[in-house]
Protein backbone atom coordinates (compact mmCIF):
# COMPACT_ATOMS: atom_id res chain seq x y z
CA UNK A 1 0.00 0.00 0.00
CA UNK A 2 1.52 3.25 -0.86
CA UNK A 3 1.12 6.00 1.32
CA UNK A 4 1.83 9.94 0.21
CA UNK A 5 2.84 12.14 2.35
CA UNK A 6 0.80 14.64 3.09
CA UNK A 7 2.23 18.35 3.35
CA UNK A 8 1.50 22.25 3.05
CA UNK A 9 1.91 23.39 -0.37
CA UNK A 10 3.29 26.22 -1.65
CA UNK A 11 -0.08 27.81 -2.32
CA UNK A 12 -1.03 27.25 0.98
CA UNK A 13 2.44 28.52 2.27
CA UNK A 14 2.34 31.67 0.21
CA UNK A 15 -1.24 32.15 1.22
CA UNK A 16 -0.54 31.79 5.00
CA UNK A 17 2.26 34.27 4.81
CA UNK A 18 0.16 36.94 2.88
CA UNK A 19 -2.12 36.32 5.17
CA UNK A 20 0.43 36.38 8.63
CA UNK A 21 1.87 39.99 6.57
CA UNK A 22 -1.99 41.00 6.06
CA UNK A 23 -3.04 40.60 9.35
CA UNK A 24 0.47 42.02 10.80
CA UNK A 25 0.03 45.11 8.46
CA UNK A 26 -3.79 45.60 9.75
CA UNK A 27 -2.53 44.63 13.15
CA UNK A 28 -0.62 47.89 13.18
CA UNK A 29 -2.76 49.80 11.42
CA UNK A 30 -5.34 49.20 14.30
CA UNK A 31 -2.59 49.78 16.79
CA UNK A 32 -1.42 53.05 15.63
CA UNK A 33 -5.00 54.60 14.58
CA UNK A 34 -6.24 54.16 18.30
CA UNK A 35 -2.84 55.61 19.67
CA UNK A 36 -3.58 58.41 16.86
CA UNK A 37 -7.12 58.78 18.12
CA UNK A 38 -6.43 58.71 21.47
CA UNK A 39 -3.60 61.68 20.69
CA UNK A 40 -6.14 63.24 18.99
CA UNK A 41 -8.24 63.26 21.40
CA UNK A 42 -5.70 64.59 24.10
CA UNK A 43 -5.16 67.51 21.83
CA UNK A 44 -8.88 68.42 21.49
CA UNK A 45 -9.41 68.54 24.94
CA UNK A 46 -6.52 70.83 25.23
CA UNK A 47 -7.74 72.95 22.66
CA UNK A 48 -10.81 73.01 23.49
CA UNK A 49 -11.37 72.61 26.98
CA UNK A 50 -8.30 73.40 29.01
CA UNK A 51 -7.83 76.05 26.57
CA UNK A 52 -11.19 77.08 26.72
CA UNK A 53 -10.81 77.50 30.49
CA UNK A 54 -7.32 79.39 30.37
CA UNK A 55 -8.96 81.93 28.59
CA UNK A 56 -12.04 82.16 30.29
CA UNK A 57 -10.24 82.90 33.31
CA UNK A 58 -7.87 85.16 31.60
CA UNK A 59 -11.12 87.23 30.19
CA UNK A 60 -11.90 87.00 34.55
CA UNK A 61 -8.62 88.44 35.65
CA UNK A 62 -9.58 91.54 33.03
CA UNK A 63 -12.93 92.20 34.00
CA UNK A 64 -12.45 91.97 37.24
CA UNK A 65 -9.36 94.50 37.38
CA UNK A 66 -12.07 96.55 35.63
CA UNK A 67 -14.35 96.38 38.30
CA UNK A 68 -12.02 98.96 40.24
CA UNK A 69 -12.16 101.70 38.21
CA UNK A 70 -15.63 101.63 36.90
CA UNK A 71 -16.73 101.18 41.25
CA UNK A 72 -15.35 104.53 41.34
CA UNK A 73 -16.83 105.65 39.22
CA UNK A 74 -20.19 105.16 40.91
CA UNK A 75 -18.36 106.29 44.36
CA UNK A 76 -17.31 109.77 42.67
CA UNK A 77 -20.71 110.25 40.34
CA UNK A 78 -22.34 114.03 41.28
CA UNK A 79 -25.83 113.06 39.86
CA UNK A 80 -27.85 110.48 39.27
CA UNK A 81 -27.50 110.38 35.76
CA UNK A 82 -23.95 109.50 36.53
CA UNK A 83 -24.47 107.23 39.20
CA UNK A 84 -26.99 105.24 36.79
CA UNK A 85 -24.72 105.35 33.80
CA UNK A 86 -22.10 103.67 36.68
CA UNK A 87 -24.49 101.72 38.23
CA UNK A 88 -25.08 100.31 34.70
CA UNK A 89 -21.60 99.28 34.31
CA UNK A 90 -20.72 97.99 37.15
CA UNK A 91 -24.07 95.23 36.76
CA UNK A 92 -23.05 94.33 33.15
CA UNK A 93 -19.83 93.83 34.23
CA UNK A 94 -20.56 91.70 37.31
CA UNK A 95 -23.05 89.63 35.25
CA UNK A 96 -20.42 89.48 32.35
CA UNK A 97 -18.29 87.90 35.29
CA UNK A 98 -20.90 86.09 36.70
CA UNK A 99 -21.33 84.23 33.04
CA UNK A 100 -17.63 83.38 32.72
CA UNK A 101 -17.36 81.74 36.21
CA UNK A 102 -20.62 79.92 35.38
CA UNK A 103 -18.46 78.58 31.92
CA UNK A 104 -16.01 77.74 34.26
CA UNK A 105 -18.27 75.72 36.78
CA UNK A 106 -19.27 73.80 33.98
CA UNK A 107 -16.30 72.88 32.58
CA UNK A 108 -15.57 71.33 35.37
CA UNK A 109 -12.96 74.27 36.91
CA UNK A 110 -11.52 73.73 39.95
CA UNK A 111 -14.83 73.61 42.59
CA UNK A 112 -12.69 75.06 45.91
CA UNK A 113 -11.65 78.31 43.68
CA UNK A 114 -15.50 78.56 42.05
CA UNK A 115 -17.00 78.71 45.04
CA UNK A 116 -14.36 81.10 46.21
CA UNK A 117 -14.70 83.58 43.32
CA UNK A 118 -18.59 83.09 43.73
CA UNK A 119 -18.54 83.99 47.41
CA UNK A 120 -16.42 87.16 46.50
CA UNK A 121 -18.60 88.08 43.33
CA UNK A 122 -21.63 88.00 45.61
CA UNK A 123 -20.37 90.13 48.36
CA UNK A 124 -18.85 92.57 45.67
CA UNK A 125 -21.97 92.59 43.89
CA UNK A 126 -24.27 93.38 47.66
CA UNK A 127 -21.48 96.12 48.37
CA UNK A 128 -22.09 97.86 44.99
CA UNK A 129 -25.72 97.62 45.89
CA UNK A 130 -25.26 99.53 48.97
CA UNK A 131 -22.70 101.73 47.44
CA UNK A 132 -25.64 102.64 44.99
CA UNK A 133 -27.51 103.45 47.53
CA UNK A 134 -25.10 105.86 49.57
CA UNK A 135 -24.24 107.72 46.41
CA UNK A 136 -27.87 108.38 45.62
CA UNK A 137 -28.50 109.87 49.72
CA UNK A 138 -25.62 112.06 48.82
CA UNK A 139 -26.81 113.31 45.68
CA UNK A 140 -30.36 114.33 46.88
CA UNK A 141 -29.41 115.51 50.43
CA UNK A 142 -25.25 116.76 50.16
CA UNK A 143 -22.22 115.73 51.23
CA UNK A 144 -21.90 114.77 54.48
CA UNK A 145 -18.84 113.87 56.59
CA UNK A 146 -20.43 110.32 57.87
CA UNK A 147 -21.96 109.62 54.28
CA UNK A 148 -18.65 110.20 53.04
CA UNK A 149 -16.78 108.09 54.87
CA UNK A 150 -19.25 105.04 54.37
CA UNK A 151 -18.92 105.58 50.41
CA UNK A 152 -14.92 105.38 51.05
CA UNK A 153 -15.14 102.27 53.06
CA UNK A 154 -16.88 100.88 50.53
CA UNK A 155 -15.28 101.69 47.86
CA UNK A 156 -12.58 100.56 49.22
CA UNK A 157 -13.67 96.74 50.00
CA UNK A 158 -14.80 97.07 46.63
CA UNK A 159 -11.42 97.23 45.26
CA UNK A 160 -10.41 94.65 47.88
CA UNK A 161 -12.80 92.44 46.19
CA UNK A 162 -12.32 93.24 42.55
CA UNK A 163 -8.50 92.72 43.30
CA UNK A 164 -9.20 89.55 45.27
CA UNK A 165 -11.80 88.06 42.54
CA UNK A 166 -8.54 89.47 40.21
CA UNK A 167 -5.79 87.09 41.85
CA UNK A 168 -7.89 84.28 42.41
CA UNK A 169 -8.33 84.43 38.66
CA UNK A 170 -5.24 84.93 38.41
CA UNK A 171 -3.93 81.93 40.72
CA UNK A 172 -6.57 80.11 38.70
CA UNK A 173 -5.22 80.49 35.38
CA UNK A 174 -1.68 79.88 36.73
CA UNK A 175 -3.39 76.67 37.76
CA UNK A 176 -4.56 75.89 34.12
CA UNK A 177 -1.45 77.14 32.51
CA UNK A 178 0.49 74.49 34.78
CA UNK A 179 -2.31 72.03 33.79
CA UNK A 180 -1.45 72.36 30.38
CA UNK A 181 2.09 72.32 30.53
CA UNK A 182 1.77 69.51 32.36
CA UNK A 183 -0.95 68.01 29.86
CA UNK A 184 1.48 68.92 27.19
CA UNK A 185 4.83 67.25 28.79
CA UNK A 186 2.31 63.85 28.74
CA UNK A 187 1.21 64.61 24.88
CA UNK A 188 5.12 64.65 24.03
CA UNK A 189 5.69 61.70 25.81
CA UNK A 190 2.73 59.28 24.23
CA UNK A 191 3.79 60.59 21.11
CA UNK A 192 7.59 59.66 21.82
CA UNK A 193 5.93 56.16 23.14
CA UNK A 194 3.52 55.71 20.05
CA UNK A 195 6.90 56.69 18.10
CA UNK A 196 8.97 54.11 19.65
CA UNK A 197 6.01 51.80 18.95
CA UNK A 198 5.73 52.72 15.06
CA UNK A 199 9.69 52.00 14.95
CA UNK A 200 9.60 49.39 16.55
CA UNK A 201 6.54 47.97 14.53
CA UNK A 202 7.91 49.35 11.38
CA UNK A 203 11.01 46.87 12.04
CA UNK A 204 9.26 43.87 13.24
CA UNK A 205 7.57 44.05 10.28
CA UNK A 206 10.44 44.98 7.85
CA UNK A 207 12.63 41.30 10.06
CA UNK A 208 9.10 39.10 9.09
CA UNK A 209 9.26 40.46 5.77
CA UNK A 210 12.90 39.77 5.44
CA UNK A 211 12.25 36.35 7.13
CA UNK A 212 9.86 35.78 4.26
CA UNK A 213 12.01 36.67 1.17
CA UNK A 214 14.86 34.13 2.81
CA UNK A 215 12.66 31.90 3.11
CA UNK A 216 11.35 31.92 -0.43
CA UNK A 217 14.81 32.03 -1.62
CA UNK A 218 15.67 29.17 0.50
CA UNK A 219 12.37 26.91 0.00
CA UNK A 220 11.50 28.05 -4.00
CA UNK A 221 14.46 30.15 -6.00
CA UNK A 222 17.43 27.81 -4.41
CA UNK A 223 15.55 24.45 -5.21
CA UNK A 224 14.68 25.35 -8.74
CA UNK A 225 17.85 27.08 -9.25
CA UNK A 226 19.03 23.62 -8.31
CA UNK A 227 16.99 21.91 -10.61
CA UNK A 228 18.18 24.13 -13.73
CA UNK A 229 21.71 22.95 -12.78
CA UNK A 230 20.89 19.57 -12.92
CA UNK A 231 19.38 19.69 -15.73
CA UNK A 232 21.80 21.40 -17.47
CA UNK A 233 24.74 19.94 -16.56
CA UNK A 234 26.47 17.68 -19.07
CA UNK A 235 25.16 14.59 -17.24
CA UNK A 236 22.08 14.44 -15.52
CA UNK A 237 22.29 12.75 -12.26
CA UNK A 238 18.86 11.62 -11.29
CA UNK A 239 19.31 11.13 -7.80
CA UNK A 240 20.64 15.13 -7.00
CA UNK A 241 17.07 16.07 -7.88
CA UNK A 242 15.37 17.15 -4.25
CA UNK A 243 12.31 15.05 -4.40
CA UNK A 244 11.36 15.25 -0.81
CA UNK A 245 8.31 17.09 0.81
CA UNK A 246 5.10 17.30 -0.64
CA UNK A 247 5.10 20.56 -2.29
CA UNK A 248 4.63 22.08 -5.83
CA UNK A 249 8.61 21.82 -6.47
CA UNK A 250 9.00 19.01 -5.08
CA UNK A 251 6.29 17.15 -7.21
CA UNK A 252 7.81 19.17 -10.27
CA UNK A 253 11.05 17.47 -9.45
CA UNK A 254 9.40 13.90 -9.52
CA UNK A 255 8.26 14.82 -12.89
CA UNK A 256 11.43 16.04 -14.34
CA UNK A 257 13.54 13.22 -12.49
CA UNK A 258 10.79 11.07 -14.45
CA UNK A 259 11.55 12.77 -17.66
CA UNK A 260 15.13 12.45 -17.13
CA UNK A 261 14.73 8.59 -16.45
CA UNK A 262 12.72 7.97 -19.80
CA UNK A 263 15.68 10.18 -22.00
CA UNK A 264 18.33 8.45 -20.64
CA UNK A 265 16.75 5.27 -21.29
CA UNK A 266 15.90 6.30 -24.28
CA UNK A 267 19.51 7.93 -25.24
CA UNK A 268 20.79 4.09 -23.53
CA UNK A 269 18.81 2.77 -26.25
CA UNK A 270 19.78 4.67 -29.14
CA UNK A 271 23.66 4.55 -28.46
CA UNK A 272 22.86 0.72 -28.20
CA UNK A 273 20.83 0.93 -31.05
CA UNK A 274 23.64 2.94 -32.54
CA UNK A 275 26.04 0.42 -31.98
CA UNK A 276 24.68 -2.37 -33.08
CA UNK A 277 23.77 -0.59 -36.58
CA UNK A 278 27.46 0.55 -36.52
CA UNK A 279 28.92 -2.94 -35.48
CA UNK A 280 26.91 -4.26 -38.34
CA UNK A 281 27.70 -1.77 -40.93
CA UNK A 282 30.97 -2.91 -40.41
CA UNK A 283 30.75 -6.53 -39.67
CA UNK A 284 29.69 -10.17 -41.25
CA UNK A 285 25.97 -10.59 -39.12
CA UNK A 286 26.59 -14.45 -39.67
CA UNK A 287 30.44 -14.96 -38.21
CA UNK A 288 31.32 -11.34 -36.34
CA UNK A 289 34.03 -10.85 -38.90
CA UNK A 290 34.78 -7.56 -40.77
CA UNK A 291 33.31 -6.91 -43.46
CA UNK A 292 34.59 -5.83 -46.96
CA UNK A 293 34.07 -2.12 -46.24
CA UNK A 294 35.45 -2.50 -42.42
CA UNK A 295 38.43 -4.30 -43.73
CA UNK A 296 39.49 -1.76 -46.37
CA UNK A 297 39.30 1.34 -44.29
CA UNK A 298 41.25 -1.06 -41.45
CA UNK A 299 43.52 -1.89 -44.42
CA UNK A 300 44.19 1.54 -45.68
CA UNK A 301 45.39 2.84 -42.34
CA UNK A 302 47.66 0.11 -41.72
CA UNK A 303 49.23 0.15 -44.91
CA UNK A 304 50.17 4.51 -44.45
CA UNK A 305 50.98 3.65 -40.74
CA UNK A 306 53.60 0.49 -41.09
CA UNK A 307 57.13 0.86 -41.25
CA UNK A 308 57.66 -3.09 -42.79
CA UNK A 309 55.95 -4.47 -45.62
CA UNK A 310 52.84 -6.31 -45.16
CA UNK A 311 51.34 -10.31 -46.09
CA UNK A 312 47.94 -9.54 -47.77
CA UNK A 313 46.62 -13.01 -48.20
CA UNK A 314 42.69 -14.15 -49.03
CA UNK A 315 41.44 -17.80 -48.30
CA UNK A 316 39.12 -20.00 -49.59
CA UNK A 317 36.88 -23.19 -48.13
CA UNK A 318 37.75 -25.83 -50.83
CA UNK A 319 34.22 -27.68 -51.78
CA UNK A 320 32.18 -25.46 -49.18
CA UNK A 321 29.45 -25.56 -52.11
CA UNK A 322 29.25 -29.30 -51.96
CA UNK A 323 28.91 -28.99 -48.01
CA UNK A 324 25.76 -26.86 -48.61
CA UNK A 325 24.71 -29.28 -51.19
CA UNK A 326 24.76 -32.91 -49.00
CA UNK A 327 24.65 -31.37 -45.63
CA UNK A 328 22.60 -28.02 -46.14
CA UNK A 329 23.02 -24.26 -45.30
CA UNK A 330 22.27 -24.25 -42.12
CA UNK A 331 25.36 -26.72 -41.72
CA UNK A 332 27.51 -24.51 -43.91
CA UNK A 333 26.52 -21.38 -41.49
CA UNK A 334 28.19 -23.46 -39.01
CA UNK A 335 31.23 -24.69 -40.96
CA UNK A 336 31.62 -20.64 -41.52
CA UNK A 337 31.10 -19.97 -38.19
CA UNK A 338 33.43 -22.86 -37.46
CA UNK A 339 36.63 -21.87 -39.78
CA UNK A 340 35.56 -17.81 -38.74
CA UNK A 341 36.92 -18.75 -35.09
CA UNK A 342 39.53 -21.19 -35.97
CA UNK A 343 40.95 -17.98 -38.17
CA UNK A 344 40.68 -15.51 -35.19
CA UNK A 345 42.36 -17.48 -32.49
CA UNK A 346 45.51 -18.30 -35.31
CA UNK A 347 46.05 -14.78 -35.80
CA UNK A 348 47.45 -11.87 -33.67
CA UNK A 349 45.66 -8.47 -32.57
CA UNK A 350 47.46 -6.46 -35.12
CA UNK A 351 46.34 -8.67 -37.85
CA UNK A 352 43.26 -7.98 -39.95
CA UNK A 353 40.63 -10.58 -40.56
CA UNK A 354 37.57 -10.07 -42.67
CA UNK A 355 35.05 -12.30 -44.49
CA UNK A 356 34.38 -11.03 -48.48
CA UNK A 357 31.81 -13.08 -48.86
CA UNK A 358 30.41 -16.75 -49.13
CA UNK A 359 33.49 -19.02 -48.08
CA UNK A 360 36.00 -16.18 -49.05
CA UNK A 361 38.36 -14.39 -45.92
CA UNK A 362 40.48 -11.67 -46.51
CA UNK A 363 44.11 -11.53 -44.12
CA UNK A 364 46.67 -8.80 -43.80
CA UNK A 365 49.45 -10.01 -41.79
CA UNK A 366 52.20 -7.99 -40.23
CA UNK A 367 54.66 -10.06 -40.82
CA UNK A 368 57.11 -8.33 -42.46
CA UNK A 369 58.00 -10.77 -44.66
CA UNK A 370 56.22 -13.76 -47.45
CA UNK A 371 58.16 -16.46 -45.71
CA UNK A 372 56.79 -15.53 -42.17
CA UNK A 373 53.24 -15.00 -43.22
CA UNK A 374 53.39 -18.36 -45.07
CA UNK A 375 53.69 -20.02 -41.86
CA UNK A 376 51.40 -18.25 -40.55
CA UNK A 377 48.62 -19.01 -43.01
CA UNK A 378 50.38 -22.82 -43.10
CA UNK A 379 49.13 -23.36 -39.95
CA UNK A 380 46.30 -22.29 -39.80
CA UNK A 381 45.41 -24.78 -42.93
CA UNK A 382 46.72 -27.99 -41.13
CA UNK A 383 45.04 -26.67 -38.11
CA UNK A 384 41.32 -27.08 -40.07
CA UNK A 385 42.68 -29.92 -42.27
CA UNK A 386 43.51 -32.14 -39.56
CA UNK A 387 40.44 -31.84 -37.16
CA UNK A 388 37.21 -32.17 -38.33
CA UNK A 389 34.08 -30.20 -37.93
CA UNK A 390 31.07 -32.23 -36.01
CA UNK A 391 27.87 -30.70 -36.92
CA UNK A 392 25.15 -30.37 -34.51
CA UNK A 393 23.29 -33.58 -36.82
CA UNK A 394 26.59 -35.56 -35.41
CA UNK A 395 27.61 -35.31 -39.01
CA UNK A 396 31.68 -35.86 -39.21
CA UNK A 397 32.50 -33.11 -42.18
CA UNK A 398 36.21 -32.73 -42.91
CA UNK A 399 37.28 -29.32 -44.08
CA UNK A 400 40.29 -27.85 -46.13
CA UNK A 401 41.10 -24.42 -46.97
CA UNK A 402 43.43 -22.85 -49.81
CA UNK A 403 45.25 -19.79 -49.85
CA UNK A 404 47.20 -17.07 -51.98
CA UNK A 405 49.54 -14.21 -50.17
CA UNK A 406 51.15 -11.73 -51.88
CA UNK A 407 53.15 -9.06 -49.83
CA UNK A 408 53.00 -5.38 -50.21
CA UNK A 409 55.42 -2.61 -49.62
CA UNK A 410 53.60 0.51 -48.64
CA UNK A 411 56.54 2.22 -46.02
CA UNK A 412 56.49 4.73 -48.59
CA UNK A 413 53.74 6.11 -47.79
CA UNK A 414 52.61 8.48 -45.37
CA UNK A 415 50.15 9.36 -42.67
CA UNK A 416 48.17 11.54 -45.23
CA UNK A 417 48.64 9.76 -48.27
CA UNK A 418 45.11 10.22 -50.10
CA UNK A 419 43.02 7.87 -49.77
CA UNK A 420 42.41 6.71 -53.66
CA UNK A 421 45.84 6.14 -54.07
CA UNK A 422 46.25 3.65 -51.03
CA UNK A 423 42.63 2.03 -51.91
CA UNK A 424 44.54 1.34 -55.38
CA UNK A 425 47.38 -0.19 -53.43
CA UNK A 426 45.39 -1.84 -51.56
CA UNK A 427 43.62 -3.48 -54.64
CA UNK A 428 46.80 -4.48 -56.28
CA UNK A 429 48.05 -6.77 -53.49
CA UNK A 430 44.08 -8.16 -53.76
CA UNK A 431 44.41 -9.11 -56.83
CA UNK A 432 48.03 -10.85 -56.89
CA UNK A 433 46.36 -12.68 -53.20
CA UNK A 434 43.54 -13.55 -55.77
CA UNK A 435 45.53 -14.63 -58.23
CA UNK A 436 47.85 -17.32 -55.82
CA UNK A 437 44.88 -18.79 -54.47
CA UNK A 438 43.74 -19.48 -58.27
CA UNK A 439 46.94 -21.11 -58.49
CA UNK A 440 46.73 -22.78 -55.42
CA UNK A 441 43.14 -24.53 -56.11
CA UNK A 442 44.48 -24.97 -59.60
CA UNK A 443 47.22 -27.18 -57.76
CA UNK A 444 45.09 -29.30 -55.63
CA UNK A 445 43.93 -26.94 -53.33
CA UNK A 446 44.82 -27.39 -49.20
CA UNK A 447 47.76 -25.56 -49.61
CA UNK A 448 49.09 -21.85 -49.65
CA UNK A 449 50.27 -20.34 -52.74
CA UNK A 450 52.82 -17.28 -53.12
CA UNK A 451 52.51 -14.32 -55.35
CA UNK A 452 55.52 -14.08 -57.29
CA UNK A 453 56.45 -10.29 -57.08
CA UNK A 454 56.04 -7.83 -54.42
CA UNK A 455 53.28 -5.14 -55.07
CA UNK A 456 55.39 -2.14 -54.56
CA UNK A 457 53.90 1.71 -53.71
CA UNK A 458 55.92 3.18 -55.97
CA UNK A 459 54.34 1.00 -58.87
CA UNK A 460 51.17 2.21 -58.58
Known sequence: M??????????????????????????????????????HDQVDTLTSTEMENLMTSVRLVQQAESLNSLGFGLSVANNHTERRQALINLTDRTLWVNQLTDRLAQQGG????????????????????ELNELVSQRIDTGRQAGLERQIRALSHNNRELAGQLAILM????????????????????????????????????????????????????????QMQRNVSAPVVDVDAFDTHGGDEISSLAKTVRSYVQRIQYQEARMREAHQELTFLAEHDVLTGLANRRHFQAAARRLLRQS???????????DHFKKVNDRFGHATGDQVLIEVSRQLSEGLRESDILARFGGE?????????????????????????????????????????MSFGVALVDATVLQSETDDQLTESLL??????????LYDAKRQGRNMVALAPKTVYAQAI
Do not use: W
Request: net charge neutral; hydrophobic share 50%; proline share 2%.
Open 2 to 39: IHRRVGLGLTAKTLGMTLLILALIIGVTAIMSRAFERL
Open 110 to 129: NPDLINQVRETQAQLQSNIA
Open 170 to 225: GYFSATMRQQMVMQSEQLAAEINVQQRNLIALALLLLVFALLAGVYFEVVVVRRIL
Open 307 to 317: YQPLCVAIGDI
Open 360 to 400: EFAIILTTGSLEAGYQVLDKLRSLIAEKPFLSSQKHEIHLS
Open 427 to 436: DAALHAADKA
